[in-house]
Every structure is written in C-alpha cells, then in structure tokens.
C-alpha cells in the first residue's frame, strides 16, 4: 500500500508562490497518475491537477491553467505542484491522491 505526505504550503500574499511536494512510499503504480486535489471551507473537494509516475501526461484545471506546475521526481518518488501569481481564492487544504489514497493535506493561505 502507498504512503503520501503533503508539504510546502503555507501563508503566501496575493501573486505570491508555493511549491508543494507529495512525497509517495510504498507500493505506487507507474501506470497511474498522482493527483492534486483541493478543498477551501464550505466548499467540496475539487480536482486541482494530475500528473503521471512516468510519461509526458499532466492535466490542470481551467482556475489555474498557467499559474500551476506538476513535476515529479522520480528518484525521490516526488511530485510537485508549483503554484504562482496565487490569489486568494487559492486557499484550501491540499491534497494529493494515488490508486485511492490521500495524503494528510497542506493548507496554503493567500491574503489579499
């Protein structure tokens, strides 16, 4: 079973940047994708962004389509989300996802 562990948010101002990391242990598939998902207060959880363990495949939300990053790291069994020109509907608890599993969450906060 995979392990994931979110870090790297925090408390940015408006056009700010963050990087975020999902850190994967244990068993991952190659063949399936990492996910970034995110969930502000009183809202649903919503897809942010995704990115396969191997190949050229990303995929992004409309909202931050030019502003958000996935990378990965193969070798650290990492993946990214850079987050830049961030605004404060940008702030939720963020989470990554594989085969089912969620990380604990990082809450990134942007003032205004």
């Known amino acids: 079973q995979v392990q994931l562990v979110e870090s790297g948010g925090g408390l940015v101002q408006t056009g700010g940047s963050l990087r975020l990391s999902c850190a994967a242990s244990?068993?991952?598939?190659?063949?399936?994708?990492i996910t970034w998902f995110r969930q502000a207060p009183g809202k649903e959880r919503e897809f942010v962004a995704a990115?396969?363990?191997?190949?050229?495949?990303?995929n992004y939300a409309d909202s931050v389509k030019g502003r958000f990053t996935c990378s990965r790291d193969s070798a650290k069994n990492t993946v990214y989300l850079q987050m830049n020109g961030l605004k404060p509907e940008d702030t939720a608890v963020y989470y990554c996802q594989h085969q089912g599993t969620w990380g604990q969450g990082t809450q990134v906060t942007v003032s205004s």
């Open positions: 990115i396969s363990w191997s190949g050229p495949y990303t």
């Open positions: 244990g068993r991952t598939f190659s063949s399936a994708a």
